[in-house]
């Protein structure tokens, strides 16, 4: 994955409205740019009326150019005015590049490594088949790749997938699903593939139960255990009791 090649960020809108029935006029300012460096940025001014553009001016071009005839006569008046000329032309240095710096600071190059969850759901009946899910959080930026594995080969099928969701603040998550079906000796893995990562992540699903769990277990086992016992300690004191053993 890399950065998007192309980048255009919005300085600015004026719409002003002029009858009731939607017809509008916009004032458009726009920064493009393809490369890092800025070098190729460009600074554009468009003036449009009910979704026709009249007239415009492009940094790259040098002046403006009418699209309709009555663009063509504010194109012709604004060109043979230098001193304006010469500052709209500064808006590519003096407003574009500055903004577009910051953009690629807080934004471009920001990159946050996803935090992994990889667990299994319980069907409803042995009819089904398990349920994988492979969960990433708090990551940025947005595209991201989720993949199954099954013994290092891409598993296509079964596989259902959320879109990236908005997680908290400006983060985002993602959601994978595979049906499975258990077989003795295969793996099963989710790769994760995003910018912050230097390479794909594979993480491999792990059939045993986890120590939480078995501790679960072994607690609700120790107080069955427990249980019985008193049980069959009172069950004894009874029919020692009834027998008249007992004082």
């Not at 090649?5 to 393809?34: A, K, P, W």
């Not at 042995?126 to 708090?138: F, G, N, T, W």
């Not at 983060?171 to 099963?188: A, M, R």
Request: hydrophobic share 40%; proline share 5%.
């Amino acid at each position: 994955m890399g950065l998007i090649n192309i980048n255009m960020f919005l300085i600015g809108i004026l719409s002003i409205s002029h009858r009731t029935d939607g017809y509008f006029e916009q004032l458009i300012d726009q920064c493009r740019f393809i490369s890092k460096d800025l070098q190729d940025m460009e600074f554009i001014r468009s003036e449009v009326f009910n979704q026709v553009e009249i007239i415009r001016f492009n940094s790259t071009v040098g002046e403006f150019v009418g699209y309709t005839e009555y663009g063509f006569s504010i194109a012709k008046r604004m060109n043979s005015d230098t001193a304006y000329l010469a500052a709209i032309q500064a808006e590519r240095d003096s407003v574009c590049k500055p903004n577009a710096w910051n953009h690629y600071r807080s934004i471009m190059d920001k990159t946050v490594k996803p935090t992994l969850r990889l667990r299994s759901v319980t069907p409803p009946s042995d009819r089904h088949p398990a349920m994988l899910i492979c969960s990433a959080y708090s990551f940025y930026p947005k595209p991201i790749s989720v993949s199954w594995l099954r013994d290092g080969h891409e598993i296509k099928s079964d596989v259902i997938s959320t879109e990236e969701l908005a997680d908290r603040d400006w983060y985002y998550q993602i959601h994978s699903h595979l049906e499975y079906t258990p077989k003795s000796g295969e793996k099963i893995s989710c790769m994760v593939e995003h910018i912050s990562l230097p390479e794909p992540m594979v993480y491999d699903w792990d059939p045993s139960m986890p120590e939480s769990e078995r501790n679960k277990i072994a607690i609700g086992a120790s107080g069955l255990v427990l249980g019985a016992i008193i049980a069959l300690a009172g069950l004894v004191y009874y029919k020692k009791k009834s027998a008249g053993v007992l004082p």
